[in-house]
């Protein structure tokens, strides 16, 4: 089940943003939408904060690969300042489950948790 609620539609818009290679190549614009204490367990199994995302995302850029496409996205709003979203994304043939916490702050929402396990089509 997904809320209409406004905060889970920023959440949402928020995490395509995310996605988006345009923003993911600009440090300005990345680092806008993520909250200062964020941690994430990646599909690789590393374990990444703030800063280590970025330096990675920042030193190899691939402007010309296929965006990253999503499904399933859903959002539940868990208090007035968080709210949690659940989606599959596929990025040139790697798939991954998501789940994301956002945070509402002084400059809007921002994500604090993200975490993606890898899966196969059929499992």
């Known amino acids: ?5 406004p905060a889970v539609q920023a959440a949402i818009e928020g ?12 440090p300005e614009l990345f680092g806008a ?6 941690t994430e367990f990646g599909s690789s199994g590393t374990r990444w904060d703030r800063a280590s995302i970025m330096r990675a995302l920042m ?7 296929r965006p990253t496409t999503t499904s399933g996205m859903r959002g539940v709003q868990l208090a007035d300042d968080v709210v949690h979203l659940t989606f599959d994304t596929d ?14 702050t002084e400059d ?16």
Do not use: Y
Not at 15 to 26: G, Q
Not at 33 to 38: G, R, Y
Not at 59 to 65: K, N, Q
């Open 1 to 5: 089940m997904t809320d209409r609620t």
């Open 15 to 26: 995490e395509l943003r995310l996605l988006d290679p345009e923003v993911r190549a600009s």
């Open 33 to 38: 939408l993520m909250h200062p204490e964020f």
């Open 59 to 65: 030193a190899a850029p691939d402007p010309g690969s």
């Open 91 to 104: 990025d040139n043939g790697r798939r991954a489950h998501r789940s994301s916490l956002w945070r509402r």
């Open 108 to 123: 809007g929402w921002r994500i604090w948790f993200h975490q993606a396990t890898p899966f196969t089509a059929g499992s």
